[in-house]
């Protein structure tokens, strides 16, 4: 999930990869689309719990050698950890650009908790708890809920254009 601000403090979900695969699949997509990105865009990547996790974690680093990674473990539940996502929809800054994959991310957010796949709410959680963390107050990031219903605008390409440093959040 890509997500970027503008001047205003509006926060728009720009790109959402959606991908069901292997480790390795998963690996390799997290890299292409980094690279793709650019090395301007801050990589955020969750780490489970372990040695495993910190494995995974450091080697995905040395892929993506030359972007800036940022992993962190998940904390508290999933339903507290996407509390801000659902304030951020409520108070009407979090928006979407027009996209092929505007109907499953809204679906998704719509029916969480009780829904039956909650990765791009998860992804989306993280990817602002992970901006609060960087600090960033315009610009974005990469990173690969709402009880009620989902708000907000889609808007045209043209839109776009005035996001930069966008983060990458898996």
């Known amino acids: 999930m890509k997500l970027g601000r503008d001047e205003a403090g509006r926060i728009f979900v720009l790109d959402v990869l959606r991908l069901r695969g292997g480790p390795h699949e998963v690996a390799e997509a997290i890299v292409n689309t980094a690279h793709m990105d650019g090395r301007g865009v801050p990589v955020g990547l969750p780490q489970d719990p372990g040695q495993a996790g910190k494995q995974q974690v450091a080697w995905l680093t040395a892929r993506l050698a030359g972007h800036r990674v940022v992993a962190s473990a ?24 027009r996209a092929e994959w505007n109907a499953a991310l809204v679906e998704d957010l719509r029916e969480f908790p009780q829904g039956r796949k909650d990765d791009q709410v998860d992804a989306l959680s993280r990817g602002l708890r992970c901006w609060r963390r960087l600090g ?10 709402l009880g009620g219903k989902a708000r907000g605008f889609a808007l045209g390409p043209q839109s776009r254009r005035s996001l930069d440093n966008p983060l990458l959040c898996w």
């Not at 998940?74 to 650009?97: D, F, H, M, N, Y």
């Not at 960033?136 to 809920?145: D, L």
């Open 136 to 145: 960033c107050r315009r610009g974005g990031f990469r990173w690969g809920f």
């Open 74 to 97: 998940e904390t508290g539940s999933k339903l507290v950890r996407a509390s801000p996502v659902a304030a951020q929809v409520e108070a009407g800054i979090l928006l979407l650009v």
